[in-house]
């Protein structure tokens, strides 16, 4: 059985709890308060991903690079891959993403594989627009959603 590690991080947008095991991240998520005990054993990438939000949040990182465990479908795992491609600062429609893995209709599915990222902002579903430019669904709030946005300086309306 693979072990887990949990490390907790006090962000500007609230606490986020990060798993991993022993070579790969497994999810960063937000929470309301520390539900799982700390690992006292804190693997190297566990370290590093708590390194890298520094950065990002402190304006200095763009784009992360720790190994990644994505657990969903096919679909999903398809759909994360590619929101990884999207570079910061910027910002895609639903539809945009699809036609990027080659599935323009899929936009329902996509957006309900964007609830489903157990990776919040290192697979940056939150630079994902509705194709009028609004913000729509972020399953950490929109408000946070939008603190991602204004941070990463990308516009909308």
Not at 111 to 120: M, S, T
Not at 125 to 145: A, D, E, F, Q, T
């Amino acid at each position: 059985m693979t072990r887990e590690y949990i490390q907790y991080y006090s962000s500007p947008v609230g606490l986020i709890q990060c798993k991993s095991d022993d070579h790969q991240l497994i999810e960063v998520n937000f929470v309301e308060e520390e539900n799982e005990h700390t690992s006292l054993k804190i693997p190297s990438v566990l370290k590093e991903t708590l390194k890298q939000l520094d950065e990002y949040f402190a304006g200095t990182r763009t784009k992360f690079d720790v190994k990644l465990q994505l657990n969903g479908t096919e679909f999903q795992n398809t759909v994360w891959k590619e929101l990884t491609n999207i570079p910061y600062g910027e910002a895609v429609s639903y539809k945009s993403v699809g036609e990027r893995i080659g599935n323009k209709k899929a936009v329902r599915a996509i957006g309900n594989a964007n609830n489903k990222n157990k990776i919040v902002i290192i697979v940056p579903c939150h630079r994902v627009m509705g194709s009028n430019g609004k913000l729509v669904g972020y399953g950490g709030g929109l408000w946070r959603k939008e603190w991602l946005l204004n941070h990463e300086n990308i516009a909308f309306h």
